[in-house]
T-cell receptor, first 116, second 115 residues
Framework: AQKVTQAQTEISVVEKEDVTLDCVYE???????LFWYKQPPSGELVFLIR??????QNEISGRYSWNFQKSTSSFNFTITASQVVDSAVYFC?????????????FGGGTRVLVKP | EAGVVQSPRYKIIEKKQPVAFWCNPI?????LYWYLQNLGQGPELLIR????????DSQLPKDRFSAERLKGVDSTLKIQPAELGDSAVYLC?????????????FGPGTRLLVL
């Protein structure tokens, strides 16, 4: 069974600080996909990134970067030079290629509060 | 391109009353999902559709919940009768297909409060 754990429930930082969100996953499948979503106070889940299990290359998009390490089953997310607009709940999620119908399993989320 | 549309955004009802939520997926997306999100938790899948067929409704409490996706586009999720424990956010998502690699795109959700 697939499982996603986000051990940090809440992180508070001051603007311009860097913040790293941890995500650890469990799966028996060799082909799987990892996702990060952002949920601002408005409630909508905003897609940030998708990574497949065969691509361990780290990715950077603006102030966002992701570190995927299969050896430790982790897919961590870093916000560099945080801004107040980054305040939101961030979810890590996993889907398995073998599972029927694109079942997406979410972690419990990490609330990020960026103070001015 | 328009995103996933949901209505209403907020709904307050008394227990034992019926309630319905509506979702319009991204144009061209064959797969539609309904999720339940309790406060402080990640979303949990209720049901998913491929076109008009429900391919997985194993997590849907069928004694009080029902869903339909007529013509394979819009979908409606209904609760009858509602209970206090149903207070949550109901999220709709869509994706081009069912494969695990497909990204799911979410709507703004309907926040339900049962009094």
């Amino acid at each position: 069974a697939q499982k996603v754990t986000q051990a940090q429930t809440e992180i508070s930082v001051v603007e311009k600080e860097d913040v790293t969100l941890d995500c650890v996953y469990e799966t028996r499948d060799t082909t799987y996909y990892l996702f990060w979503y952002k949920q601002p106070p408005s409630g909508e889940l905003v897609f940030l990134i998708r990574r497949n299990s065969f691509d361990e290359q780290n990715e950077i998009s603006g102030r966002y970067s992701w570190n995927f390490q299969k050896s430790t089953s982790s897919f961590n997310f870093t916000i560099t030079a945080s801004q107040v607009v980054d305040s939101a709940v961030y979810f890590c999620a996993l889907s398995e290629a073998q599972a029927a119908g694109n079942k997406l399993t979410f972690g419990g989320g990490t609330r990020v509060l960026v103070k001015p | 391109e328009a995103g996933v549309v949901q209505s209403p955004r907020y709904k307050i009802i008394e227990k034992k009353q019926p309630v319905a939520f509506w979702c319009n997926p991204i144009s061209g997306h064959n797969t539609l999902y309904w999720y339940l999100q309790n406060l402080g938790q990640g979303p949990e899948l209720l049901i998913r559709y491929e076109n008009e067929e429900a391919v997985d409704d194993s997590q849907l409490p069928k004694d009080r919940f029902s869903a339909e996706r007529l013509k394979g586009v819009d979908s409606t999720l209904k609760i009858q009768p509602a209970e206090l424990g149903d207070s949550a956010v109901y999220l709709c998502a869509s994706s081009p297909g069912l494969a695990g690699r497909e990204t799911q795109y979410f709507g703004p959700g309907t926040r339900l409060l049962v009094l």
